[in-house]
């Protein structure tokens, strides 16, 4: 049987800020429905790559196409909105507002980047913004926050922030999402359930996967395709088995400073 064509295809993107090749001539695909590993040692790039996939920074090189369409260099709102869509490292909330409104603002752009302008914007219709908060309530039930919605987004903990973001990039109806480091910051345990979380969304929503992640156990688990990164560069590329064994994989992460 033929292989489904990817629904991202990275090939041979580069930038570099001043001297500094953060991304230098990176190629990936992802297998659409799959959970793609993002992982390297500090500084590898990794977030850059996924700046230039989502058009938050231009690419000085290199073509990143998605579900067959040309996406190099396009603006973030309009690639989230053929739905690819990412979250941040630093989870950005807005304390002083409530946890559905929180939700409620991704509607009108994609979360987080455009936060401050949609605060600013001209008040949309009633209708506009009620619904809205409906389906803001509706994600909020998906991941779980529900009894949350009407508490100050300033009062989540940690892992409830995440859940938060997951219900604001799901109002984007995404295909692909790119989270940059979705465990970082959160309990074992709430880390377990969210795991679960993940899994359980593709399925009911059919959606695929790249993620940045440093614990390495948790990669290998739920990964089925693995891209290593190091000084900007993709190290190695395959299943778990074959990045855990690639003698490459191990020299990038020894001769780096170890993980907290
Ligand atoms: N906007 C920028 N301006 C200048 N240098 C940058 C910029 N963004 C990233 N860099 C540099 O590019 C390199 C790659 O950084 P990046 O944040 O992509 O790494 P990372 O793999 O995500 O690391 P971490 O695991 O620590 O999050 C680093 O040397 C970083 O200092
Ligand atoms: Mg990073």
Do not use: W, Y
């Given at each position: 049987?033929?292989?489904?064509?990817?629904?991202?295809?990275?090939?041979?993107?580069?930038?570099?800020?001043?001297?500094?090749?953060?991304?230098?001539?990176?190629?990936?695909?992802?297998?659409?429905?799959?959970?793609?590993?993002?992982?390297?040692?500090?500084?590898?790039?990794?977030?850059?790559?996924?700046?230039?996939?989502?058009?938050?920074?231009?690419?000085?090189?290199?073509?990143?196409?998605?579900?067959?369409?040309?996406?190099?260099?396009?603006?973030?709102?309009?690639?989230?909105a053929r739905g690819l869509v990412r979250t941040f490292q630093l989870t950005k909330v807005f304390s002083k507002m409530t946890v559905r409104d929180n939700v409620a603002l991704a509607a009108s752009g994609n979360p987080g980047e455009n936060f401050s302008r949609a605060l600013f914007q001209p008040r949309s219709s009633r209708r506009a913004e009620a619904d809205a908060r409906r389906r803001a309530d509706q994600m909020l039930t998906e991941v779980g926050l529900a009894r949350m919605a009407d508490e100050y987004a300033g009062t989540l903990s940690g892992g409830q922030r995440k859940l938060l973001e997951l219900a604001r990039v799901l109002m984007n109806d995404p295909d692909l999402l790119l989270l940059d480091e979705p465990m970082a910051g959160v309990n074992p345990t709430l880390g377990r359930e969210l795991v679960a979380l993940l899994l359980r969304l593709r399925d009911e929503r059919n959606l695929t996967y790249l993620f940045v992640e440093h614990n390495i156990d948790l990669v290998m688990e739920i990964s089925e395709q693995v891209v290593v990164m190091a000084l900007g560069e993709v190290i190695s590329v395959g299943p778990p088995d074959h990045v855990r064994g690639d003698p490459k994989v191990i020299d990038a992460y020894l001769g780096s400073e170890v993980e907290a």
């Open positions: 049987m033929p292989e489904p064509a990817p629904i991202l295809e990275v090939e041979d993107i580069a930038v570099s800020f001043g001297g500094i090749h953060a991304v230098a001539g990176t190629t990936f695909d992802v297998a659409p429905g799959s959970v793609t590993a993002l992982i390297g040692p500090n500084g590898a790039g990794k977030t850059t790559a996924f700046n230039l996939i989502t058009g938050f920074v231009k690419p000085d090189q290199g073509t990143v196409r998605f579900k067959g369409a040309d996406i190099t260099g396009k603006r973030p709102d309009r690639i989230a």
